[in-house]
């Protein structure tokens, strides 16, 4: 028994230390509002980590949590992970994770719309309503692999000419899409 409770002692122990070196040191600069958000200037309370606590009202508060929390480039960094794992689930023949990570996706979507409420009629024009996500997640479920890929070219199109709508056509030269634009042959199995 004492064996275990020494093991234990010194395995909190070196937990201790190494969450002790992983902390940041102070850099021991006085904290100060970057001057690109001039409004903060107006909160009473001087910088700190309570960023928004700190603010002057709720008002404050959400209009920094909407700053933060961006447009659609953070969803779409989310989107393209997704669809990335979504790619590498197919050649992977792993279609649960498939399926979970395509359902995430079109979350990631309505966000987007939410957030940008102009981009809405192609999310769901192109993608959503039009049957485009349907018919990937019927793939997905089918578990035929010759269908899930022959679906995943038809996102990666639809996706490409979304951006194209959107007049945002350069992002189609992202190396996501070069990754992504076949996949290794097949091998049917026995």
Known sequence: ??????????????TSIAFAQSMVKPTGN????????????????????????????????????????GGTDIPMWEIGYRYEELYVAIQKNNWE??????????????????KRPARTQNIEGMFLESGVWQSMRDALKSKSPERMRSEFQT???VCMACHVAENLGFLNDSSVFKRTESFKEHKKSD
Request: charged content about 30%; some cysteine; proline content about 7%.
């Open 1 to 14: 028994m004492k064996p275990r409770i020494i093991a234990v002692a010194v395995l909190c122990a070196a």
């Open 97 to 114: 994770m498939g399926i979970y990570h395509w359902d995430k996706l079109r979350d990631r979507m309505n966000f987007s719309g939410m």
């Open 30 to 69: 006085a904290p100060q509002f970057p001057k690109a958000y001039k409004e903060l200037a107006k909160q009473t309370k001087p910088p700190s980590n309570n960023w928004l606590l700190d603010a002057n009202d709720d008002t404050e508060r959400f209009r920094r949590l909407q700053v933060v929390m």
């Open 155 to 157: 996102v990666r199109e």
